[in-house]
Nanobody
Framework: QVQVVESGGGLVQAGGSLRLSCVIS????????LAWYRQAPGKQRDLVAT???????NYVDSVKGRFTISRDNAKRSLYLQMHSLKPEDTAVYYC??????????????WGQGTQVTVSS
């Protein structure tokens, strides 16, 4: 059964940095395109960045040049390095597959996420 554990969030001032981590167990990892998502209060969950099994990355325009997604297949881990943080980056951050999401039974599965709060 898949398990996803995100960590590394916190409270930071605008302009600061954070590094998020995600460990994924119970699912094929190395060849899977993975992604970071975020959900701000009262808003839908949105895609932030993706990385293929071979390391090709893509970012939404709002984080280009500030965020870097990476992975360590040996550690079954996904990372998001965030610099120059802005108050609008405040959200709960999640990791999952970029395509069909992880599932448990017939239900879509998400980890608990990690809260990032950026103060102005």
């Amino acid at each position: 059964q898949v398990q996803v554990v995100e960590s590394g969030g916190g409270l930071v001032q605008a302009g600061g940095s954070l590094r998020l981590s995600c460990v994924i167990s119970g699912s094929i990892f190395s060849y899977t395109t993975l992604a970071w998502y975020r959900q701000a209060p009262g808003k839908q969950r949105d895609l932030v960045a993706t990385i293929t099994g071979g390391g090709t990355t893509n970012y939404v325009d709002s984080v280009k040049g500030r965020f870097t997604i990476s992975r360590d297949n040996a550690k079954r881990s996904l990372y998001l390095q965030m610099h120059s943080l802005k108050p609008e980056d405040t959200a709960v951050y999640y990791c999952n597959r970029a395509g069909p999401k992880f599932s448990v039974g017939d239900r879509e599965y998400w980890g608990q996420g990690t809260q990032v709060t950026v103060s102005s």
